[in-house]
């Protein structure tokens, strides 16, 4: 996947917004909850969404994949796609989308007075 793929994705998303921050990363959020990063410093190609707590375990063995930096050490479930062979286009899209449902899901929006 490509950095412009990433973004497609990710902008196609309902409600979310992308700001470029940490460096040159590509940070996208559901209202002000990040659900998807593009890049991290100036390593090659990586890719970083939350995950239920099962897909985290089951994801951080797979090589090309690791348990997010700075994010997973302070118990967050989040993974970094950062080498091959790692996941799938199909699988990356499917687990990007899912971070999304899972943070969406976790804010409760209340109507404005």
């Given at each position: 996947?490509?950095?412009?793929?990433?973004?497609?994705?990710?902008?196609?998303?309902p409600?979310?917004?992308h700001?470029?921050?940490?460096?040159?990363?590509?940070?996208?959020?559901?209202?002000?909850?990040?659900?998807?990063?593009?890049?991290?410093?100036?390593?090659?190609?990586?890719?970083?969404?939350?995950?239920?707590?099962?897909?985290?375990?089951?994801?951080?063995?797979?090589?090309?994949?690791?348990?997010?930096?700075?994010?997973?050490?302070?118990?967050?479930?989040?993974?970094?796609?950062?080498?091959?062979?790692?996941?799938?286009?199909?699988?990356?899209?499917?687990h990007?989308?899912?971070?999304?449902?899972?943070?969406?899901?976790?804010?409760?929006?209340?109507?404005?007075?």
């Open positions: 996947m490509t950095y412009d793929d990433f973004n497609a994705l990710c902008g196609a998303l409600a979310t917004n700001v470029v921050q940490w460096g040159k990363s590509h940070v996208w959020k559901f209202g002000d909850k990040v659900f998807a990063i593009g890049g991290w410093a100036d390593a090659g190609p990586a890719f970083t969404f939350k995950t239920s707590e099962i897909a985290y375990e089951a994801l951080k063995q797979r090589p090309g994949l690791r348990p997010a930096p700075y994010l997973a050490s302070r118990g967050m479930k989040w993974i970094q796609h950062f080498a091959e062979p790692g996941l799938s286009d199909e699988e990356l899209k499917s990007i989308r899912q971070s999304h449902r899972i943070v969406s899901s976790g804010l409760i929006l209340f109507p404005a007075d």
